[in-house]
């Protein structure tokens, strides 16, 4: 039997209640959904995952994971990316300058989608830098239920049969500034 959920207090409601909402559920139609789909609440997956630093590449395929439960516990699943800029790419060079306002961005980007598309919470994952607390100042900022994901850490490397991280590599540049290496 499938659970009928009293859309009456959800912030989805004004996008998928109604016969004056018949435009909006028109574009959910033409994304595939059904109109069970469009009665569930629907659950806002934000993933800040890219290819762009090693602490983002997994996090779209975490997400889906998140949009299997989503759909398992009676919800409507729609996901979203965010930008992200890691301050391990951008530092030493203008690059930097765009590292700690790009939080605001990620935690504007994320705040409005939730809120333009009505969505009724939001689960983010995130794993950099900025993309963390960008994630979790838009989790706050909309005040719907969310749960944040952390993405985790980064591996390290192999060389000469010894892990290095990247603490290991600036130590190096380090020392080779201080012609210490050859």
């Known amino acids: 039997m499938t659970r009928k959920f009293d859309k009456a207090n959800l912030p989805s409601r004004h996008v998928s209640v109604g016969p004056e909402r018949a435009p909006q559920r028109s574009y959910y139609y033409a994304m595939g959904m059904t109109e069970e789909d469009i009665a569930k609440p629907f659950v806002g997956i934000a993933s800040a995952g890219n290819d762009s630093a090693p602490c983002n590449t997994l996090l779209d395929s975490q997400a889906d994971m998140a949009r299997a439960g989503v759909i398992e516990a009676g919800g409507t699943p729609r996901r979203f990316n965010t930008i992200t800029v890691t301050d391990g790419i951008a530092m030493g060079h203008q690059g930097m300058k765009s590292s700690l306002v790009s939080r605001e961005v990620i935690a504007d980007s994320v705040e409005l989608s939730v809120r333009g598309h009505c969505y009724d919470a939001v689960i983010g994952y995130a794993g950099c830098d900025k993309s963390l607390p960008g ?47 050859p």
Request: with cysteine.
């Open 135 to 181: 994630m979790m100042m838009a989790m706050l900022r909309l005040n719907v239920p969310s749960i944040f994901v952390y993405g985790g850490s980064i591996l390290p490397g192999r060389f000469h049969e010894e892990d290095v991280t990247v603490v290991d590599v600036f130590e190096a540049v380090g020392q080779h500034s201080a012609g210490n290496c």
